[in-house]
């Protein structure tokens, strides 16, 4: 247990956090939920989205505009006859396509995106499923390149099976989730099941990256002054 504190400290920043609120932290609860492969991996991913961007969508498009240099370095090194760099610049490359299928799932679905804190009705979760389902469709088809993922769904999915293979994608690759939950409504003899989705963030026991005794996510970076950033962009 020791060793697993001085190895999860090290791993989630705790050489700048106080030496009391790191023990608070670093309980056998907090090791047990964290310290398996699966969440150090998801907290690492969202980290790194978080770091390019002031939120979700500039974090998106600074990634996108990191792996055009990457891709525009490597036809350079290609030039050169280097193969193994070339090959390790196209994987890198993959990262902003990976963040952009995670965010188009849940948008399938009627979220906004990865940070969508909603929790929407199933006739919203329907309706903007079979406005997309095509789409869907086309990035079910992608998955086993991007994420070596093989969905056995069906060739016409339902929003059932529709549902399980994106929380199998999303959940391999960041640990969220959608979650619905269901309660009765109408006359007792009348009573029908209501239906309502959430995108999860606490799969690991009930706790997620947010919560008190568990590893926080960094914030993402503040915005840069408008007029600050108009000066650079005058800059040749």
Known sequence: MALKRFYMRNLYGGKDVNINDWNNLCNKKFVECFSPPEPRKHFLRLSQFRRHGYDEE??????????????????????????????????????????????????????????????????????????????????????????????????????????????AIAGNWCGYTVKSNRKKIGPKEKQVWKYSYRINRRPYKGLGFEDKGAPELPPYRPKTDNDIQELFDSIE
């Open 58 to 167: 500039s974090a998106m498009e600074e990634l996108k505009a990191k792996d055009t240099t990457q891709w525009e370095i490597a036809c350079y090194k290609a030039e050169e006859n280097l193969e193994k760099s070339v090959a390790e610049d196209l994987h890198k490359s993959y990262s902003a396509n990976h963040w952009e299928v995670i965010r188009e799932l849940f948008q399938i679905l009627g979220f906004t995106g990865i940070d969508d804190i909603r929790t929407l009705s199933g006739n919203i979760i329907s309706e903007a499923f079979a406005q997309s389902c095509e789409r869907f469709i086309e990035i079910r088809s992608q998955s086993l390149l991007l994420f070596g993922f093989k969905s056995r769904a069906k060739e016409k999915p339902d929003l059932i099976s529709a549902i399980k293979t994106i929380n």
